[in-house]
């Protein structure tokens, strides 16, 4: 009985475990389409609001994604790549990267009394050379480190907007550039992708875009459920607004984001092992602030349904030494069930009675493997 009760504790602790583990970021987002997504130069950008009620009505476009809303609260993202977040929330956020790591430390974005636009190096300087390969006034991260992070997820970036007031005073106005450099900050084979109404990258060291280059993210509208096209634009209020569409709001709360962004060019570059000694740098700028709190994060388990490169995820030492527990388990078990058949005379093991017979080496291989199987997946986790 006190070995039943062990096991039992065992257990519960493995789903104690499980359940205090961090909030990770996990969303799945669909194939781009006229309906789920739109493609803003190299950027196919999501609408969390639209997916979210698309989905709920199963409309194929939007499937499969989820689940929503993407929660953007401190406690819900402390363990995210924070690129961009208050400065008034900065406290409230920790690196999910080891002291040392080659990765930036969070940008931090003014409110609306602060500055009404935001630039990377003018609202808070940031000098560089924290590590090799780290630009001045940009946020970097080594792709080796990102590739752990990502842990075989895509490369998705989620936003959230924070604006005051209703529809159009709502919108921000932005522009934002990611790089794959070297460590000398030389875009390598062009692998920049830029969000702008414009086409291509500017590979400058400091692109000025003008502000016809700057993306308006849309006011309060509605978006067809046939062919994605807007309408009611800044005049609807609600879904009842909107026969034959979805509402969209850009701005669902502070604690909420309204945006996911992948780019497949760069998703292919920095999941490649190939890469792991360059970076990935990004600029962030953006216009008509009047609330502040803006937070940009990389998501730690995001998955686009669409073709990828890569795709498998390569497991930490500790997660090998477990898989291989897991695997001599199952081994067990296999081995005590061939054991068992050629000695159904005698007793059984029975975990819900708590009835082991210790002395038994089938019973004692089979209840080891049912611990393993049981506690391996939230370890995992």
């Given at each position: 009985?006190?070995?039943?009760?062990?096991?039992?504790?065992?257990?519960?602790?493995?789903?104690?475990?499980?359940?205090?583990?961090?909030?990770?970021?996990?969303?799945?987002?669909?194939?781009?389409?006229?309906?789920?997504?739109?493609?803003?130069?190299?950027?196919?950008?999501?609408?969390?609001?639209?997916?979210?009620?698309?989905?709920?009505?199963?409309?194929?476009?939007?499937?499969?994604?989820?689940?929503?809303?993407?929660?953007?609260?401190?406690?819900?993202?402390?363990?995210?790549?924070?690129?961009?977040?208050?400065?008034?929330?900065?406290s409230n956020f920790t690196s999910p990267f080891a002291v040392?790591?080659?990765?930036?430390?969070?940008?931090?974005?003014?409110?609306?009394?602060?500055?009404?636009?935001?630039?990377?190096?003018?609202?808070?300087?940031?000098?560089?050379?924290?590590?090799?390969?780290?630009?001045?006034?940009?946020?970097?991260?080594?792709?080796?480190?990102?590739?752990?992070?990502?842990?075989?997820?895509?490369?998705?970036?989620?936003?959230?907007?924070?604006?005051?007031?209703?529809n159009s005073s709502q919108s921000i106005n932005i522009w934002?550039?990611?790089?794959?450099v070297n460590a000398s900050g030389q875009v390598v084979n062009?692998?920049?992708?830029?969000?702008?109404?414009?086409?291509?990258?500017?590979?400058?060291?400091?692109?000025?875009?003008?502000?016809?280059?700057?993306?308006?993210?849309?006011?309060?509208?509605?978006?067809?459920?046939?062919?994605?096209?807007?309408?009611?634009?800044?005049?609807?209020?609600?879904?009842?607004?909107?026969?034959?569409?979805?509402?969209?709001?850009?701005?669902?709360?502070?604690?909420?984001?309204?945006?996911?962004?992948?780019?497949?060019?760069?998703?292919?570059?920095?999941?490649?092992?190939?890469?792991?000694?360059?970076?990935?740098?990004?600029?962030?700028?953006?216009?008509?602030?009047?609330?502040?709190?803006?937070?940009?994060?990389?998501?730690?388990?995001?998955?686009?349904?669409?073709?990828?490169?890569?795709?498998?995820?390569?497991?930490?030492?500790?997660?090998?030494?477990?898989?291989?527990?897991?695997?001599?388990?199952?081994?067990?078990?296999?081995?005590?069930?061939?054991?068992?058949?050629?000695?159904?005379?005698?007793?059984?093991?029975?975990?819900?009675?708590?009835?082991?017979?210790?002395?038994?080496?089938?019973?004692?291989?089979?209840?080891?493997?049912?611990?393993?199987?049981?506690?391996?997946?939230?370890?995992?986790?």
């Open positions: 009985m006190q070995i039943c009760l062990s096991i039992r504790k065992m257990i519960a602790l493995c789903a104690l475990l499980s359940g205090s583990l961090s909030h990770a970021t996990v969303l799945t987002l669909p194939t781009a389409n006229n309906i789920s997504a739109h493609i803003y130069n190299g950027f196919t950008t999501y609408a969390l609001g639209v997916l979210a009620q698309c989905s709920a009505a199963l409309d194929p476009h939007c499937l499969p994604s989820g689940p929503f809303p993407v929660q953007s609260s401190p406690g819900q993202i402390a363990d995210q790549a924070i690129i961009l977040t208050s400065a008034n929330g900065a040392g790591s080659p990765v930036d430390n969070v940008f931090l974005t003014p409110t609306g009394n602060q500055s009404g636009t935001y630039e990377m190096g003018v609202f808070q300087t940031e000098n560089g050379g924290k590590f090799t390969g780290d630009l001045a006034n940009r946020w970097d991260i080594k792709l080796s480190v990102l590739q752990s992070y990502l842990n075989g997820h895509d490369l998705v970036f989620l936003f959230d907007n924070n604006q005051q007031g209703n934002g550039q990611a790089r794959i062009g692998l920049c992708a830029e969000i702008s109404t414009g086409a291509g990258c500017d590979l400058s060291s400091n692109p000025a875009p003008a502000a016809a280059a700057y993306l308006p993210i849309q006011p309060n509208s509605c978006v067809n459920s046939s062919n994605g096209d807007y309408f009611n634009v800044g005049t609807a209020q609600n879904a009842g607004d909107c026969p034959g569409g979805y509402f969209l709001n850009n701005n669902l709360s502070t604690s909420r984001a309204e945006f996911a962004a992948f780019s497949q060019v760069l998703n292919n570059a920095a999941l490649d092992p190939l890469n792991g000694n360059l970076f990935l740098s990004v600029n962030i700028k953006y216009t008509n602030n009047n609330g502040g709190a803006e937070q940009l994060w990389i998501c730690s388990e995001c998955n686009v349904t669409t073709p990828r490169l890569l795709r498998t995820a390569v497991p930490e030492p500790s997660s090998l030494a477990l898989l291989a527990l897991g695997m001599l388990g199952l081994w067990s078990a296999s081995a005590a069930g061939r054991m068992r058949q050629r000695e159904n005379d005698m007793a059984g093991a029975s975990m819900a009675g708590c009835h082991v017979h210790w002395r038994r080496p089938d019973v004692m291989r089979s209840t080891i493997a049912r611990i393993a199987l049981i506690c391996i997946p939230c370890l995992l986790a």
